[in-house]
């Protein structure tokens, strides 16, 4: 059987080069969405139309009884997990600490962090040898903005992020016994539409010539690092990072 993989935030940008390239791969996927299912259908689409297996399932991972609901619908339609990318996160609007608000930051720790967590959480119930599973392996999407704290512009998101980086830590160390890596990566500037919804579309072009490769990332390019981490041939490594960012 296929070693089966949870996507979340599988739609667009990153998430979708995850899905796209783990089929490849011989994973059957479950690319999981929030609101848009015509994207998500599409991502299915070019991995069925390339020999691969995949479906697209809902789920806002912010709320836990979705994230409930996401992992039941992948036992039943696909299987047991062996694999969690913990891809989905948001980025919000520009701006300074005076006008961060909590209705704000819960948004940006609820969708970033809470929901990384119960994706995790369901993930080591189903792996890890402790519960029965045979183990298997979670990447987190954390961000250079966790050691570089995105002052003047994303502060919070740069906070959510680090607190990735500490839960991949801790994770990892807690499951290692029970055959589980938890691993992270930390892209740099990556060609993808959340620098829209951060408000400014062009944001990797603009900053690209300050960049020590002259160039932002491919989707793709993370992917390659995610994949990697996931493999086997990472069988030696937890609780660590792979920056995907040009040198940065
Ligand atoms: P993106 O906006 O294209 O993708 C994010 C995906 O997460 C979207 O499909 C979105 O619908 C989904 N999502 C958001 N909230 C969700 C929720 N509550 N439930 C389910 N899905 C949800 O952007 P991307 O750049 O591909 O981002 C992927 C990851 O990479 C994010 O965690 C982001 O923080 C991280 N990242 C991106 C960059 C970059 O430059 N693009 C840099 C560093 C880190």
Same mark, same amino acid.
């Given at each position: 059987?296929?070693?089966?993989?949870?996507?979340?935030?599988?739609?667009?940008?990153?998430?979708?080069?995850?899905?796209?390239?783990?089929?490849?791969?011989?994973?059957?996927?479950?690319?999981?969405?929030?609101?848009?299912?015509?994207?998500?259908?599409?991502?299915?689409?070019?991995?069925?139309?390339? %020999?691969?297996?995949?479906?697209?399932? !809902?789920?806002?991972? &912010? @709320?836990?009884?979705?994230? =409930?609901? *996401?992992? #039941?619908? +992948?036992?039943?339609?696909?299987?047991?997990?062996?694999?969690?990318?913990?891809?989905?996160?948001?980025?919000?609007?520009?701006?300074?600490?005076?006008?961060?608000?909590?209705?704000?930051?819960?948004?940006?720790?609820?969708?970033?962090?809470?929901?990384?967590?119960?994706?995790?959480?369901?993930?080591?119930?189903?792996?890890?040898?402790?519960?029965?599973?045979?183990?298997?392996?979670?990447?987190?999407?954390?961000?250079?903005?966790?050691?570089?704290?995105?002052? %003047?512009?994303?502060?919070?998101?740069? !906070?959510?992020?680090? &607190? @990735?980086?500490?839960?991949? =830590?801790? *994770?990892? #160390?807690? +499951?290692?016994?029970?055959?589980?890596?938890?691993?992270?990566?930390?892209?740099?500037?990556?060609?993808?539409?959340?620098?829209?919804?951060?408000?400014?579309?062009?944001?990797?072009?603009?900053?690209?010539?300050?960049?020590?490769?002259?160039?932002?990332?491919?989707?793709?390019?993370?992917?390659?690092?995610?994949?990697?981490?996931?493999?086997?041939?990472?069988?030696?490594?937890?609780?660590?990072?792979?920056?995907?960012?040009?040198?940065?």
């Amino acid at each position: 059987m296929d070693p089966i993989i949870v996507i979340t935030g599988g739609s667009r940008g990153i998430g979708a080069a995850t899905a796209c390239l783990a089929a490849e791969r011989g994973y059957a996927v479950c690319v999981n969405y929030h609101r848009n299912r015509q994207a998500a259908d599409a991502v299915v689409e070019t991995i069925r139309q390339q %020999g691969g297996k995949g479906v697209a399932i !809902a789920a806002d991972i &912010a @709320i836990e009884s979705d994230v =409930i609901k *996401l992992f #039941k619908a +992948v036992d039943n339609q696909l299987g047991p997990i062996t694999a969690l990318v913990n891809n989905a996160g948001i980025l919000e609007q520009q701006m300074r600490v005076e006008n961060l608000d909590a209705a704000r930051l819960n948004r940006v720790f609820a969708a970033n962090v809470t929901g990384s967590f119960l994706c995790a959480r369901e993930a080591v119930k189903r792996m890890s040898t402790k519960h029965g599973g045979s183990g298997g392996a979670i990447v987190n999407v954390s961000s250079v903005a966790a050691r570089l704290g995105a002052p %003047g512009e994303y502060v919070d998101y740069a !906070a959510s992020k680090a &607190a @990735i980086d500490a839960m991949t =830590i801790g *994770l990892a #160390k807690e +499951v290692a016994e029970e055959k589980i890596r938890v691993n992270a990566v930390r892209p740099g500037f990556i060609y993808t539409d959340i620098h829209a919804d951060g408000g400014e579309p062009n944001r990797v072009d603009r900053v690209k010539e300050f960049l020590p490769m002259k160039r932002g990332g491919q989707p793709r390019e993370v992917a390659q690092a995610i994949l990697w981490l996931l493999s086997s041939e990472a069988s030696y490594t937890t609780g660590t990072f792979i920056e995907v960012a040009g040198g940065r």
